[in-house]
């Protein structure tokens, strides 16, 4: 299985941006996967996952900013973002789990599929 994200970019304060994320190689797409982000000096975060549930599930701070899309046939993750602020700036990373259920608090080493990550900056 192998995740290649892209998209991102820089924006300023205000803006949208998408990241979307391609998945390959025999996957069950009912699976857990998400979206995590890291900001510099500080931990990878999740901030949307969905599983078997289909039902994304998004961290308070982008509740409602961010809306992620999960499309089976194309094998595609994407992530829509909106009214982005400074504090959204991170590399952000899909990743993908052999788990069925799982919560924003899924530990991160119950990821075992990484794409390479991509950059989004906001500048105010």
């Known amino acids: 299985v192998q995740l290649v994200e892209s998209g991102g970019g820089s924006v300023q304060t205000g803006g949208s941006l998408r990241v979307s994320c391609a998945f390959t190689?025999?996957?069950?797409?009912?699976?857990?996967m998400g979206w995590f982000r890291q900001a510099p000096g500080k931990e990878r975060e999740a901030i949307v996952i969905?599983?078997?549930?289909?039902?994304?599930k998004y961290a308070d701070s982008v509740q409602g900013r961010f809306t992620m899309t999960k499309d089976n046939a194309k094998k595609s993750l994407d992530l829509q973002m909106r009214r982005l602020k400074p504090e959204d700036t991170a590399a952000y990373f899909c990743?993908?789990?052999?788990?069925?259920?799982?919560?924003?608090?899924?530990?991160?080493?119950?990821?075992?599929?990484w794409g390479q990550g991509t950059q989004v900056t906001v500048s105010s």
């Open positions: 969905i599983d078997q549930d289909a039902r994304p």
């Open positions: 190689g025999y996957w069950s797409t009912d699976r857990c």
């Open positions: 990743a993908a789990s052999l788990r069925w259920y799982c919560s924003l608090w899924t530990s991160i080493d119950e990821y075992i599929y």
